[in-house]
């Protein structure tokens, strides 16, 4: 289960609960569906190359995965009152996710910007990257993606604002099916003031242009 603090688990003791914990994915459950899935498709699961396999997949579950108990709140917990009450912008935030159709990666960047509430609390800016994260590590799609992290910033800093662009390559379109590498989806979600057309012009022209 996510600890996402989102779902209703506010408050209520969590196991491995941290922004970073280990040991939530059940490896032996998992290593042996992953041999299940390579005699599945064919290969023998015990052919010595392939015998450490399962427990690998399974080990790097856990930091591939590591989002889904990551809680948002806590990313966000500390702030500083630097009186800042206008445009913070972080351009070309790495993502490397998972699309939960076909669990392969979709990677890209992600911008993200925020106006912060009026008594010009501010996050640490290392803390919108860990944000991308806690959403991004888990099965997911890229419009979700999109809205949590800018619903995340209004929630827990009380943004007045927040603008999040993602622009990413996904591999289940690249690597299979329609086949179309260099294809990027873009996209975007807008909170707050930054809804503005004048202000939402600017955020993206900073985005856009630099
Ligand atoms: N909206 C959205 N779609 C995604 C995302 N990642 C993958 N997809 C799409 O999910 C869809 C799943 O479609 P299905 O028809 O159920 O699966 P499929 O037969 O494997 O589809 P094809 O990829 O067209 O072969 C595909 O069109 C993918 O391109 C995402 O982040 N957002
Ligand atoms: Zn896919």
């Known amino acids: ?99 939960e159709h076909h669990l392969l990666p979709f990677v890209g960047v992600a911008h993200v910007g925020y106006i912060p509430s009026k008594d010009g609390r501010v996050t640490g800016l290392s803390k919108l990257g860990r944000l991308v994260d806690c959403y991004a590590k888990r099965p997911q799609v890229q419009e979700r993606l999109t809205t949590q992290v800018a619903d995340a910033l209004v929630r827990y800093i009380g943004a007045r604002g927040v603008i999040v662009v993602v622009e990413c390559e996904h591999m289940c379109m690249t690597m299979r099916g329609v086949r179309k590498p260099g294809s990027r989806t873009v996209t975007s979600a807008v909170r707050g003031i930054l809804r503005d057309p004048a202000t939402r012009a600017e955020a993206m022209g900073l985005i856009t242009n630099g």
Do not use: N, W, Y
Not at 50 to 71: C, N, Q, S, Y
């Open 1 to 99: 289960m996510s600890i996402d603090s989102e779902h209703s688990m506010v408050g209520q003791a969590l196991p491995h609960s941290g922004p970073s914990s280990t040991g939530f994915v059940d490896k032996p459950r998992a290593a042996a569906a992953v041999r299940e899935f390579l005699a599945a498709i064919g290969e023998d699961p015990d052919r010595e190359d392939l015998l450490e396999t399962p427990m690998r997949v399974a080990k790097a579950a856990e930091e591939l995965f590591a989002g889904m108990h990551t809680d948002p709140a806590e990313v966000l917990s500390k702030t500083f009152d630097i009186s800042h009450d206008e445009l913070v912008l972080v351009r070309d935030i790495e993502v490397q996710s998972f699309c």
